[in-house]
């Protein structure tokens, strides 16, 4: 005859209440966390909203002093204008997606105005159209929310 140990039943009970403890937590916790204050996260879009449009200073600043008459005349301000609205733009690709859930209309909008900037700015564009589509864009990011 062969001899087999009986098995312990509590080792099968106590691993199948841990098991129901963890997924009980796991549910608990997914249930319970807090949701986010809507007024924090619209303070972080517009805060990400700010200082996109803050950059954009930059932009007019740099561009003023590389560019005469379509040409450039100080490459590291000109490469510093292109990347100063790198940055504006990548701050506000951080907040769009809050933009556009408030307000599609202006999200295209400001997508738009980031586009022509750019491309006056590759075309080298008189300073004045640049500095007009710098503080209307500016404008359209601060007042995108509504403040």
């Known amino acids: 005859a062969i001899y087999r140990p009986p098995k312990r039943r509590w080792t099968i009970g106590?691993?199948?209440?841990?098991?129901?403890?963890?997924?009980?937590?796991?549910?608990?916790?997914?249930?319970?966390?807090?949701?986010p204050d809507p007024a924090e996260v619209v303070g972080t879009i517009r805060s990400g909203l700010v200082s996109a449009a803050g950059t954009l200073e930059v932009v007019g600043i740099e561009y003023a002093e590389s560019v005469e008459d379509g040409n450039v005349v100080a490459e590291p301000e000109y490469e510093g204008a292109r990347s100063a609205l790198v940055s504006s733009q990548a701050r506000y690709l951080e907040a769009r997606p809050g933009v556009t859930a408030i307000s599609p209309d202006t999200a295209s909008s400001i997508d738009r105005a980031y586009e022509d900037l750019e491309r006056s700015i590759e075309r080298r564009a008189p300073e004045e159209e640049v500095t007009q589509l710098t503080e209307s864009l500016a404008q359209m990011l601060t007042e995108a929310l509504g403040g």
């Open 14 to 35: 106590v691993t199948k209440g841990l098991i129901g403890l963890l997924f009980g937590l796991l549910i608990g916790w997914g249930l319970l966390r807090p949701e």
